[in-house]
Structures are given as structure tokens and as C-alpha cells.
């Protein structure tokens, strides 16, 4: 299977900055789109930004202030988060789908989370 990792969360004052990292391991063929969905509390998951093939894509609610980027070569997916606001805190998930070579099926469809980071903004 595909193993996602995130890293970058943590807690910062309103107007501030992160960076959140993604990095997919495991024996993958070729990842088509890569993106972050974010969960508050007591909320469904709701997606933030994508990209694939077409480029980005955003929620509204963070155009203009997060900024998502991928390195093909190392697999891995981006999120740089500036101006942060209150509202912008939740658990923020990583995905990703594509290709994998499993040893028995051969190549094989994939969709796979990461474990989730935390990310707090205070007022």
C-alpha cells in the first residue's frame, strides 16, 4: 500500500504562518492528484486545496492566503499557510490517490490519508 506522513502543524498566533509537509512512500507507479482536507471539531472534513495535472485549486475560504505545491520527484505535497485566522483551526489530513505495484495484483488503484497534524491559530 501507500503510507502518507504528515508534518508542520502546530500552534500560532492569528496572522501568522505555516507550513504544512506530505510525504507518500511505499512501491507507487504514479500519484494523479494530491490535496489537504481539514476537520474542526464537531465539523465533517472539508477539503482545502488540490493539485493535479490542472494545477491548483482552493477553497474559498483560504484563496488567496494558502498556497499548495508538489515535488513530483520526492512525492511529496505542500501546504503554506499565511495569514491564518482562528477559524482556520482544525486537523488537517493529507490524500492522495494514483497508482501502486502490489507483489500479487500487479498495479493497483490507491487512495490513501495521511494520520493528520494539528494546527491551532489563537486570537
Known amino acids: 500500500q501507500v503510507q502518507l506522513v504528515e508534518s508542520g502543524g502546530g500552534t500560532v498566533q492569528a496572522g501568522g504562518s505555516l507550513r504544512l509537509s506530505c510525504a507518500a512512500s511505499?512501491?507507487?507507479?504514479?500519484?494523479?492528484?494530491m490535496g489537504w482536507y481539514l476537520q474542526a471539531p464537531e465539523k465533517q472534513r472539508e477539503l482545502v486545496a488540490a493539485?493535479?495535472?490542472?494545477?491548483?485549486a482552493y477553497a474559498g475560504s483560504v484563496k488567496g492566503r494558502f498556497t499548495i505545491s508538489r515535488d513530483n520527484a520526492r512525492n511529496t505535497v505542500y501546504l503554506q499557510m499565511n495569514s491564518l485566522k482562528p477559524e482556520d483551526t482544525a486537523v488537517y489530513y493529507c490524500?492522495?490517490?494514483?497508482?501502486?505495484?502490489?507483489?500479487?495484483?500487479?498495479?493497483?488503484?490507491?487512495?490513501?490519508w495521511g494520520q493528520g497534524t494539528q494546527v491551532t491559530v489563537s486570537s
Open positions: 490524500v492522495a490517490d494514483g497508482y501502486y505495484n502490489d507483489s500479487e495484483k500487479g498495479v493497483t488503484v490507491f487512495e490513501s
Open positions: 511505499g512501491n507507487i507507479f504514479s500519484i494523479n492528484s
Open positions: 493539485v493535479a495535472g490542472g494545477g491548483p
